[in-house]
């Protein structure tokens, strides 16, 4: 082709097929519906910022607690070692001494009800031999009561 002819060609060819039907106002649209979608895009990147902060927000919030509960467990983690091993020297000191308890009781019962029988005679006999009363008697006076025997 010539260069006259190529001239010719772009001049009859329109310079896009929508410019040949009122290219214009499409044009007009589409830039009104890309500034549209860009508004819609820059509000929805502002949206996702604010749940990005909120998320972060939240996230530090989360590991705040998590630390807290770790230190949390650690002390009372502690406090189950301490409390183990007080129970193992209680069943190892005082746990015999425990299950020896209700032997020990009848044996101091036994003692103790010995312990009274004797108290009683040792009473009677002072009454008997050196007329003692055994509350508050004097030799010389007459004053009467009733002594208290332990039961």
């Known amino acids: 082709m ?24 499409k044009y007009g649209l589409t830039a009104s519906n890309i500034q549209g979608q860009l508004e819609q895009l820059n509000s929805r990147k502002g949206q996702l910022k604010a749940t990005t902060k909120s998320t972060a927000e939240g996230k530090n919030d989360h590991l705040e607690e998590i630390f807290r509960l770790k230190q949390r467990r650690e002390l009372l983690q502690a406090r189950m070692n301490k409390n183990k091993a007080w129970i193992d020297v209680y069943e190892k000191e005082i746990g015999p001494f425990e299950s020896k308890y209700s032997g020990l009781v009848e044996e101091i019962h036994g003692i103790y009800g010995e312990a009274k029988e ?17 509350i508050f008697k004097h ?13």
Not at 118 to 134: D, M, Q, R, S, T
Not at 139 to 151: A, I, L, Q, R
């Open 139 to 151: 030799y010389n006076d007459d004053f009467t009561s009733v002594p208290f025997k332990p039961k």
């Open 2 to 25: 010539s260069e006259v002819n190529i001239k010719e060609e772009i001049i009859k060819k329109p310079k896009t097929p929508s410019m040949a039907d009122g290219g214009k106002f």
């Open 118 to 134: 004797k108290h009683a005679l040792g009473v009677e006999f002072l009454i008997k031999e050196f007329n003692y009363h055994p």
